[in-house]
């Protein structure tokens, strides 16, 4: 197993720190992404599910056999200034304290938002909304957006996922539901409090201002946010470097990951742009996940 750089150098990696599986709303099961990473050359991944850590042991147990690490994760939904905000946290003590009844939480705000996206959607045209993206799912786990958008798909009402967000599930649209989600600090403190490290997902993601994004950044932070990810998927090196500067004011750690969730898209596991040298340290020197990921305490 290659060694994890203990700082940014413009080198590619091999680690992807944000990828989910069948037990949140991707394609492939928590073994079946651990394989397709061992195949693409990742050595260090979390799998990182929505609002669930359902899937950690199996990839634990097939990253075992690989000869990859593995390190638990989950993606938390939060909202911040009416938007959602995903929190993923790396977790190598496992869920515990106040995150296990967090994540209990976070079930039932996921089936009372199915319920309240259903509504919306079927007036919206989308007949037996809940049925529809229920089979979408094809397992017994709580429902996400990406199952109602596929259910779209299939009847008709939008070419492509894409569509079916940009129409009808992304921000501000009729199947966008923040309300059932906590509070961005609530659920910075799950995490520190089973011994984690909070990372602010895709930041760039959200269209935000840069001055709006440093705000947010800066709220992550006076809640106890260690991290946020420099890179996810694919994006200007500038924009990358501007990002980090923005951490580095913050005494942010930088965290990378494609987020993946099926194959045959545009990202897979593995697939990012390159970090460009920078002084903002990785997550993995994290003093909470050095240990973990193999560096040594020198190293970190």
């Keep these: 197993m290659s060694a994890l750089p203990v700082r940014f150098e413009g080198d590619p990696l091999t680690i992807d720190l944000h990828m989910h599986s069948t037990a949140s709303d991707g394609a492939l099961s928590p073994a079946g992404v651990v394989a397709l990473c061992r195949e693409r050359g990742v050595t260090h991944l979390a799998l990182t599910d929505h609002d669930t850590m359902a899937g950690v042991e199996e990839a634990r147990a097939a990253g075992e056999t690989a000869g990859l690490r593995v390190v638990p994760g989950t993606e938390l939904s939060t909202q911040w200034r009416g938007i959602n905000i995903h929190v993923v946290g790396l977790l190598p003590e496992g869920a515990q304290g106040d995150l296990v009844a967090g994540l209990v939480a976070q079930a039932e705000a996921r089936h009372r938002r199915a319920l309240a996206i259903a509504e919306r959607l079927e007036k919206a045209g989308l007949d037996h909304a809940l049925d529809r993206a229920r089979e979408q799912a094809d397992a017994d786990r709580p429902l996400g957006r990406p199952d109602f958008a596929r259910a779209l798909v299939a009847a008709g009402l939008v070419p492509d996922m894409g569509s079916a967000?940009?129409?009808?599930?992304?921000?501000?649209?009729?199947?966008?539901?923040?309300?059932?989600?906590?509070?961005?600090?609530?659920?910075?403190?799950?995490?520190?409090?089973?011994?984690?490290v909070a990372v602010l997902a895709h930041p760039l993601c959200h269209g935000l201002t840069r001055r709006k994004r440093g705000l947010l950044l800066d709220d992550f932070a006076a809640a106890g946010g260690q991290a946020a990810e420099l890179v996810s998927g694919f994006q200007n090196p500038d924009v990358t470097r501007d990002l980090s500067r923005q951490l580095q004011e913050r005494g942010l750690y930088a965290s990378v990951g494609s987020d993946f969730h099926f194959p045959g898209g545009?990202?897979?596991?593995?697939?990012?742009?390159?970090?460009?040298?920078?002084?903002?340290?990785?997550v993995w020197t994290h003093p909470r996940l050095a240990a973990l990921i193999g560096l040594s305490?020198?190293?970190a």
Excluded: C, Q
């Design 297 to 299: 305490a020198s190293a």
């Design 266 to 282: 545009h990202l897979a596991p593995g697939s990012m742009s390159r970090v460009p040298r920078t002084a903002t340290p990785p």
């Design 165 to 196: 967000f940009a129409k009808y599930l992304g921000n501000g649209k009729p199947g966008d539901i923040k309300a059932h989600w906590p509070y961005l600090a609530e659920a910075v403190a799950w995490i520190l409090d089973a011994g984690g």
